[in-house]
């Protein structure tokens, strides 16, 4: 008895893809009866690539080239494709690496204010809507009242702070620190009042200027500025911490 043995391979194949124009590796499975030509224009969605301007290799599982794909009328089958092949796609229409994943490169869209504010589905409506943050009128009213109670509170304790005073400094979360009262005011960098101290040790953040400008004079990392109610004023001696001695 005669017997006839066929072998039916897997109609579909899983490949590796990559491109001249991203760093990317992606996985796709396509069917072996596909056409060259066929298989470009599927590429196009994946890579791109303008398939009129493509040219394919095909790479070993071990990433080793096997052959050009230049036949747009052969079948992906005719050549030696298995599972986790690589195809590469050379582009020739002039597209470079990272030409679609570099952001940088993309014009940004940028909505003007009016038209914003039109909108019904943004994130400004939802919160007029529901009177969140900002656009909760009392909320905001107690946190502007509370804050300019606040600082008139740093204004009265400022009045009460001479230059040359000896202090002490408590400022949350950081070690008590003593030093000179060096300068009492308001300052440029920030609003409200503010007192210039020059610590007993270099435990500041500038020698008595800020941002260009100049409030006092004292050694570098010796001066910082504080809010006047972080100050206590009183008899704090400077202390001898043996510098002079051998």
């Known amino acids: 008895m005669d017997a006839s043995v066929s072998v039916v391979s897997n109609p579909t194949v899983n490949v590796r893809l990559t491109t001249t124009i991203s760093s990317f590796e992606v996985k796709r499975r396509f069917d ?3 056409s060259i030509a066929d298989l470009k224009g599927k590429l196009e969605m994946v890579v791109g690539a303008p398939s009129s301007s493509m040219d394919l290799e095909l790479y070993s599982t071990s990433d080793k080239l096997l052959q050009k794909m230049e036949d747009d009328n052969a079948l992906l089958g005719s050549y030696p494709v298995d599972d986790d092949c ?13 030409e679609f994943s570099d952001v940088s490169k993309v014009e940004k869209y940028v909505m003007a204010d009016e038209d914003y504010e039109k909108k019904a589905d943004s994130a400004r409506s939802f919160m007029k809507k529901q009177a969140f943050g900002r656009f909760n009128d009392e909320e905001m009213a107690k946190k ?5 109670a606040r600082e008139e509170e740093h204004r009265v304790a400022a009045e009460a702070i001479s230059v040359g005073s000896r202090c002490q400094v408590r400022v949350p979360g950081q070690p008590i620190k003593v030093g000179t009262v060096m300068f009492v ?12 101290v020059k610590y007993d040790e ?6 008595g200027s800020c ?3 100049r409030y006092f004079e004292c050694e ?16 704090f001696p400077e202390e001898d911490y043996g510098l002079d001695e051998m």
């Open 32 to 34: 072996r009866g596909i």
């Open 86 to 98: 690589r195809i590469h796609v050379i582009d020739r229409s002039g597209g470079e690496l990272g």
């Open 144 to 148: 502007k009242a509370e804050t300019l």
């Open 185 to 196: 005011g308001t300052t440029e960098f920030k609003p409200g009042h503010w007192v210039g």
């Open 202 to 207: 270099p435990l500041g953040k500038n020698d």
């Open 211 to 213: 941002e260009g400008k």
């Open 220 to 235: 570098k990392n010796y001066g910082a500025f504080v809010r006047p109610l972080s100050v206590t004023v009183g008899d």
